[in-house]
């Protein structure tokens, strides 16, 4: 998911700050069209040193974006792991890595504009509730649940989607979605 202009600012320079002392092993993002992004992803079977490297990769490039989440499939790789850190790397504390993660609880609902590294300079408000709570399991196989709201759930929402091949601009209206992918078609097969 990607970050709202004010926040980029901010969050640049820390990525640049990080980058100094931290080896990155930033990954190319996918882009729309890629079929790996319009696939559901696999479960993650095997908790091993491969799916830990995996994670290194989603989170350097998830802040090197920079964005606010990020799914595997994003990076070509169509398993379900994704990571999420509203702080963008500023508070260690809120990046949150999880495998096979699933919607078990949603209240409410709530509408605000999402972008997504995987659709640059376009933006959209698909529905979403506005509390979730979300289980999955850790890199080592620890079962975790995080209850969100606000934002997280959105973020939340938003990179489960990528998990499923949907990106935010499959849950817009029909009038609003097949306009969208009408110039993101355009736009994409321009960059092949
Ligand atoms: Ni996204």
Known sequence: MRLTPQRACTSLTVVRERAAVTPMSVRPILKFGEPVLHTPAETVGTFDDRLAGLFVDMVDTMYAAPGIGLAAPQIGVPLRAIVVDLSVGEDPAQLIQLV?????????????????????????????????????????????????????????????????????????????????????????????
Not at 150 to 176: K, M, N, Q, T, W
Request: proline residues 6%; charged residues 35%; aromatic residues 6%.
């Open 100 to 192: 096979n993660p699933e919607l078990v609880e949603r209240d409410g609902s709530q509408r605000h504009d999402e972008g997504c590294l995987s659709v640059p300079g376009f933006e959209g408000a698909p529905p979403r509730p506005e509390r979730v709570v979300v289980k999955g399991r850790s890199i080592g196989g620890d079962e975790r649940t995080y209850t969100a709201t606000g934002l997280l759930a959105r973020a939340f929402c938003h990179e489960i989607d990528h998990l499923d091949g949907l990106l935010f601009v499959d849950r817009l209206s029909p009038l609003r979605r097949d306009l969208l992918k009408r110039r993101l078609r355009k736009r994409f097969r321009h960059e092949d």
